[in-house]
Nanobody, 128 residues
Framework: QVQLAESGGGSVQAGESLRLSCSAS????????RTWFRQGPGKDREGIAS????????YYADSVKGRFTISQDGAKNTVYLQMNDLNPEDTGRYYC?????????????????????WGRGTQVTVSS
């Protein structure tokens, strides 16, 4: 089992930044693929950024490319999501998910069905 805990959410104005953190504990050997998802009001949960903690390969959804950056601190078993130039459409609950390394491929890394473990999420609200 892997336990994931997100932090760093909050309320900001459009154009501002936030950094989310996702710390992992438990059997972290089965959580090499770490992905951030978000779910806005009335929307499906979408994968937005993923990182293979073993090799550092990253994937991004088009909606966040160029504004969000996923990174990791291996010593702390923590993955970060730096979010810049936020806009109201970024409002939602942000979840960290994890899966074994095999999930970190271009066609699966951002797909909900391939994730095995989930955190409880952290809320991000962006006002105009």
């Amino acid at each position: 089992q892997v336990q994931l805990a997100e932090s760093g959410g909050g309320s900001v104005q459009a154009g501002e930044s936030l950094r989310l953190s996702c710390s992992a504990s438990g059997n972290t050997y089965s959580s090499d693929c770490r992905t951030w998802f978000r779910q806005g009001p009335g929307k499906d949960r979408e994968g937005i950024a993923s990182i293979s903690t073993g090799g550092g390969i990253t994937y991004y959804a088009d909606s966040v490319k160029g504004r969000f950056t996923i990174s990791q601190d291996g010593a702390k078993n923590t993955v970060y999501l730096q979010m810049n130039d936020l806009n109201p459409e970024d409002t939602g609950r942000y979840y960290c998910a994890a899966a074994p390394r095999r999930a970190c491929r271009p066609d699966t890394a951002l797909r909900r069905a391939y994730m095995d473990y989930w955190g409880r999420g952290t809320q991000v609200t962006v006002s105009s």
